[in-house]
Each structure stands twice: as structure tokens, then as C-alpha cells.
Nanobody, 123 residues
């Protein structure tokens, strides 16, 4: 069982930055490929960023590429999402998730999820 706890969300003006953190209680954290998703009320959860299963590659949604960066610190069992040049359309609840198989893009392949952290970007 893996528990994920996100933090770092909040209210920021457009153009600002936030860094989300996701702390994992996994004995073999490095064995999990981590990802970030987001969801707006009334809409489906959407992919934001993720690591490949090998950890050697990163993937981003087109809407955030060049502005967001996913990173991880295996020694701290933590994955991060650095978000720069934020836009009002980035407003959502952000979730981190962990998987050991399957494609990074589909949320159903992720086995474990955090509770989410709210990010609100004002215009």
C-alpha cells in the first residue's frame, strides 16, 4: 500500500509560480512511476505530467509543456511539480499518482492517488 500526500497548492496571480509536492509512504518509492493529473469540477480528470516506467523520460500535456516541470527526489520519497507562468485555465485540483505498469497517459493505470491539492490562478 502506498499513501500519497500532496501539498503546495494555493492562490496565485496569473504569471506566477507554485511548486507542488507529493510525499509517498512507499518502501520502494523508486519502483513507482509518478504522475500528476488535474481536475476541474464537472470535467474529467486530465493528465498533466509523468515519468516513464524506467524513470528516464518525462511527459507533459501540450497545455503545460514548457511551463511545468516534474521532478523527483527518491531519497525523500517525493515528487514535485514546478508550475511557472500560471494561467487562469490551470485552476484545478491537482493529484499525484503512482503506477508500476501501463501507460502514463491514462489515469486508470495508476494504482495509488493522493487526496489532491487546490490550485487557483486569478486573472
Amino acid at each position: 500500500q502506498v499513501q500519497l500526500v500532496e501539498s503546495g497548492g494555493g492562490l496565485v496571480q496569473a504569471g506566477g509560480s507554485l511548486r507542488l509536492s507529493c510525499a509517498a509512504s512507499a518502501r520502494a518509492f523508486s519502483n513507482y512511476a509518478m504522475g500528476w493529473f488535474r481536475q476541474v469540477p464537472g470535467k474529467e480528470r486530465e493528465f498533466v505530467a509523468a515519468f516513464s516506467l524506467s524513470g528516464g523520460s518525462t511527459y507533459y500535456a501540450a497545455s503545460v509543456k514548457g511551463r511545468f516541470t516534474i521532478s523527483r527526489d527518491n531519497a525523500k520519497n517525493t515528487v514535485y511539480l514546478q508550475m511557472n507562468s500560471l494561467k487562469p485555465e490551470d485552476t484545478a485540483v491537482y493529484y499525484c499518482a503512482a503506477r508500476q505498469r501501463g501507460t502514463y497517459l491514462i489515469d486508470s493505470t495508476y494504482e495509488y492517488w493522493g487526496q489532491g491539492t487546490q490550485v487557483t490562478v486569478s486573472s
